[in-house]
């Protein structure tokens, strides 16, 4: 059926391309007339130089390979929020889907922690000042012939370790935020770096804080600046990629702003039922990038591969197919199937496969589209 529809097409296109020629007898021009050869595509002309032919141009492009893929955190950026201090939360300033600022206040907690941390650090303070009065008395009787030299090593043995304890309890309240000259039982937690909280562990009145919950992480952070983009890449096609490549991004939901991003990793281990790897492309983002976002990634190989070129009115698209018409020699053409590739400038279209660079096709067959939906 596609054969004999082929026939009366370029048909169709003979009586249209014959205006500039006339039968002497009637003034009407004169129809060329096409005749089947076989059901193979084949057809036969009787005016052959109607239908104008080109070569096919060459041109040498890379290899493509196009892979699905989803938008991840960049793990390098992705922070836990922990609180040092165990307690009950009694204020929340942000929540799951915020961004926030580094150093914004994200919550507050009420701890137990902070009064033990500060009884500490008063025992040390006072110890310290009973050491030091010790030692100075000890200092003075050595010096004036009273005691040995065994116990002022003594007295000092104890006042270093006095100054220790005191230096470590005061580094206790710094680490949990605690004041020494207005000490208060809640702790503060703010935001270590800027991005959006991606995950939330607490809410009000809850609790916080290793000693009540085994963990001490209340929220976690990403800096969605930049974004990994995980692919599947199969065992065959591993060849093709490699570190530092270059990536175009298409982002499904945004599939007029295209990206660019590289490779940064290779996965070194196959999945074993679909025998794929990972490839992970680091991709600026935008704004437009959303954590599970799916993408279609495309590299380029390093190999070039010689293609043919021809117009893109050489090209009848038919049944979701396309084909060009080749002369085979004398009078007749011959359909051939294609896989097109990109839209090339000047109205050219790239031929993947079915003919090759030089071979000769007709130039023209806009028009067998519409031809075939009047048969």
Not at 121 to 150: C, F, M, P, V
Not at 241 to 259: E, F, H, K, M, T
Request: aromatic fraction near 6%; include cysteine.
């Amino acid at each position: 059926m596609i054969a004999h529809s082929a026939v009366c097409l370029v048909a169709w296109l003979s009586l249209a391309g014959c205006g500039n020629k006339f039968n002497p007898a009637s003034g009407a021009p004169s129809a060329a007339q096409v005749v089947e050869v076989s059901n193979s595509g084949r057809v036969s002309v009787d005016h052959p130089e109607r239908f104008p032919v080109v070569a096919a141009e060459r041109i040498d492009v890379p290899d493509k390979l196009n892979v699905t893929g989803a938008v991840n955190p960049d793990i390098a950026r992705e922070v836990p929020v922990i609180s040092l201090a165990s307690g009950r939360v009694v204020d929340i300033r942000v929540r799951l889907d915020d961004n926030v600022k580094k150093g914004d206040l994200l919550l507050k907690v009420q701890s137990p922690d902070i009064t033990n941390a500060f009884d500490t650090y008063l025992k040390a303070a006072n110890d310290e000042q009973l050491a030091n009065k010790a030692y100075l008395r000890t200092k003075d009787l050595y010096e004036h012939g009273a005691i040995s030299q065994l116990a002022l090593e003594q007295a000092e043995d104890a006042e270093n370790d006095a100054k220790a304890d005191l230096k470590a309890a005061d580094q206790q309240l710094d680490t949990l935020g605690v004041q020494k000259d207005n000490p208060s039982s809640i702790v503060n937690v703010y935001a270590p770096i800027s991005g959006v909280i991606v995950a939330q562990y607490v809410t009000n009145a809850a609790a916080a804080g290793v000693t009540y919950t085994a963990s001490s992480t209340v929220f976690t952070i990403a800096d969605l600046s930049v974004v990994w983009i995980i692919c599947d890449v199969y065992e065959n096609d591993l060849p093709k990629v490699r570190l530092g490549q270059s990536a175009r991004i298409v982002v499904n939901g945004y599939p007029d702003r295209p990206l660019t991003g590289h490779i940064s990793d290779i996965g070194p281990v196959l999945d074993p039922s679909i025998r794929t790897a990972k490839v992970r492309i680091e991709v600026p983002n935008p704004g437009i990038l959303r954590l599970g976002m799916f993408v279609t990634a495309t590299f380029e190989s390093t190999v070039r591969y010689a293609h043919a070129v021809v117009p893109a009115a050489a090209i009848l698209h038919l049944h979701d197919r396309n084909w060009v018409f080749v002369p085979v020699g004398g009078n007749q053409f011959q359909r051939v199937e294609v896989a097109g590739g990109d839209t090339l400038p000047g109205g050219r279209q790239e031929i993947l496969s079915g003919i090759t660079p030089g071979q000769p096709v007709v130039a023209n067959v806009l028009a067998l589209e519409e031809a075939l939906e009047a048969q």
